[in-house]
């Protein structure tokens, strides 16, 4: 049918609050299981001082998010004859609020390989934040107020005021939400390996297709390969896969200029620290993920390291920069994979489209739907061959 066509169709029809969505035309059938954060303590219990002249504005505090706590997520499996020897886990990018563009995503990737695709969300994203997170009408005013104080502000949206506020209020989020999904993953991992999970009878191999942040998070997980669970795992890196430094996130869909400058100031000083309570800590002291979180966010540092890591792991890597991508630029996918690619030409495959398109919106709906509908197969037709 196309990836345009699916579009429309899957977002009409998609809720997260459904059990089960089945589609016959499709061929598929969509599962929402439910899933509880274990790791929600480990995230910002109370905003802190600085963030005390917005009152007017404040966001509740984290742990006060019942949505982060307890969501639903979908599953997407064959109608007849699902192979569940493996499963593909799809991790979206930065700010996404809803799963309408990654649904034809998971349903072609679905189709092409026979395994069951699971779309999981990072922590207060998508159905794991307040639904007002994403209205004008809540959000505006906070617009208003952000451009009011900071005069030079720019790519200020209603789509990234939240994140924006939050992230500059606490630049610490981005690392402690990114740690709470890093180990709801591994949780989610864990059930399917267990046989524990409710729709993925077997206990199969772990695969991922990771878009953007969802890179990031994907590249930290195989690099730390807790208990040696992903020793086998492929992964599949659209739009990411560099250092964070390389990042460059002001964009009216991410984050505005001032939370972006504010994230990346506190991140490159080397002197950052995060307390986190004993028992977390010693969690990831045992998976060495602090050096794991340096090496990837700063590419001056652990070089070595990180060569090594991504040196052992270059086989179960493809990456497919965009090279009209200003927020992931194919060059910084290059320039953080360039002693692996003298290893491994074939690592890093840099693709452009004939077609207008962004980091925020690689397929667009609109223009010329034959060329993206062609672009969205040949995409997905290598991550399908990569991944089965």
Same mark, same amino acid.
């Given at each position: 049918m196309g990836y345009t066509n699916d579009f429309h169709q899957l977002t009409k029809l998609y809720r997260t609050d459904q059990d089960t969505l089945t589609l016959k035309d499709w061929g598929i059938k969509i599962k929402n299981p439910a899933f509880h954060s274990r790791y929600a303590e480990i995230i910002p219990a109370k905003c802190e001082a600085a963030c005390s002249s917005d009152k007017e504005f404040f966001l509740q505090p984290d742990q006060k998010i019942p949505e982060n706590r307890n969501f639903t997520y979908p599953v997407i499996k064959n109608n007849h004859n699902s192979d569940e020897s493996k499963v593909i886990i799809l991790l979206h990018g930065l700010?996404?609020?809803?799963?309408?563009?990654?649904?034809?995503?998971?349903?072609?990737?679905? #189709?092409?390989?026979?395994?069951?695709?699971?779309?999981?969300?990072?922590?207060? %994203? /998508?159905? $794991?934040? !307040?639904?007002?997170?994403?209205?004008?009408?809540?959000?505006?005013?906070?617009?208003?107020?952000?451009?009011?104080?900071?005069?030079?502000?720019?790519?200020?949206t209603f789509v990234n005021a939240a994140i924006s506020q939050r992230f500059e209020?606490?630049?610490?989020?981005?690392?402690?939400?990114?740690?709470?999904?890093?180990?709801? #993953?591994?949780?989610?991992?864990?059930?399917?390996?267990?046989?524990?999970?409710? %729709? /993925?009878? $077997?206990? !199969?191999?772990i695969n991922f297709f990771a878009y953007s942040i969802g890179a990031f998070l994907t590249e930290i997980m195989l690099m730390s390969n807790p208990e040696k669970r992903v020793s086998r795992s492929r992964a599949f890196l659209f739009c990411g896969g560099p250092t964070f430094d390389k990042m460059y996130g002001t964009s009216r869909c991410i984050l505005d200029s001032k939370a972006?400058?504010?994230?990346?100031?506190?991140?490159?000083?080397?002197?950052?620290? /995060?307390?986190?309570?004993?028992?977390?800590?010693?969690?990831?002291?045992?998976?060495?993920?602090r050096k794991i979180f340096h090496a990837m966010v700063?590419?001056?540092?652990?070089?070595?390291?990180?060569?090594?890591?991504?040196?052992?792991?270059?086989?179960?890597?493809?990456?497919?920069?965009?090279?009209?991508?200003?927020?992931?630029?194919?060059e910084s996918v290059k320039e953080t994979?360039?002693?692996?690619?003298?290893?491994?030409?074939?690592?890093v495959n840099p693709q452009d489209f004939p077609f207008e398109y962004s980091h925020e919106n690689p397929f667009p709906q609109e223009g010329d739907h034959e060329q993206i509908d062609r672009a969205f197969s040949r995409i997905f037709a290598d991550a399908a061959a990569f991944l089965e």
């Open positions: 700010n996404e609020r809803s799963w309408h563009k990654y649904l034809p995503w998971g349903k072609e990737l679905c #189709l092409k390989t026979g395994h069951p695709v699971i779309l999981f969300p990072i922590a207060f %994203h /998508i159905n $794991r934040a !307040p639904a007002r997170w994403s209205e004008p009408r809540s959000m505006m005013p906070l617009v208003k107020h952000r451009k009011k104080k900071h005069p030079d502000l720019r790519e200020s209020e606490q630049p610490q989020r981005f690392f402690l939400s990114g740690l709470e999904s890093y180990f709801d #993953l591994y949780d989610l991992i864990r059930q399917l390996q267990a046989g524990e999970h409710p %729709h /993925i009878s $077997r206990r !199969p191999e972006a400058e504010s994230v990346k100031d506190f991140y490159l000083n080397p002197n950052f620290t /995060i307390a986190l309570p004993d028992s977390v800590e010693e969690e990831i002291q045992k998976l060495d993920l700063d590419s001056s540092i652990y070089r070595e390291y990180r060569h090594a890591c991504f040196s052992s792991l270059a086989d179960s890597l493809r990456l497919y920069p965009l090279r009209k991508d200003h927020v992931v630029p194919a994979f360039s002693r692996v690619c003298g290893e491994i030409k074939d690592i």
